[in-house]
């Protein structure tokens, strides 16, 4: 899904997952576990935290800005000219939990970043419930 303000575009992921908030929220917040669907890192879940997520491609340094355990994240994205924010919404469902995460601030002339994160997201979501189906 693709949303649009006057001056930024959103990339917005959304999925339902067989497993309950906590397991998920695990696999969001475990370092070790963040490096097995999205990329290495040094992240510790407190607000104002800086976090590098890594890859063989370069870095993104990240920020906490909000968390509530089990419910949602959300932490600035900085790499070379994209400062996004990434939020993640944990909501109990049906069977399980409904997952959205929404990554907001591209502007009209980044449009290789945006067709990156459109890309890219879904492939880290089925990256992200392989790595849940995994867990105890």
Known sequence: MIETTETTRSVVVERDFPYPPEKIWRALTQPH???????????????????????????????????????????????????SVVTWTLAPARGGTSLRMEQRGFRADQKAYFQGATVGWPRFFTQLEDVVAKLD
């Open 33 to 83: 576990l963040i490096a097995e669907w999205l990329m290495r890192n040094d992240f510790i879940p407190e607000v104002g935290r800086r976090f590098t997520l890594s890859a063989d491609w370069g870095q993104v340094d990240c920020e906490v800005q909000t968390i509530e355990a089990n419910r949602s994240l959300a932490y600035r994205w900085d790499t070379k000219d994209l400062t």
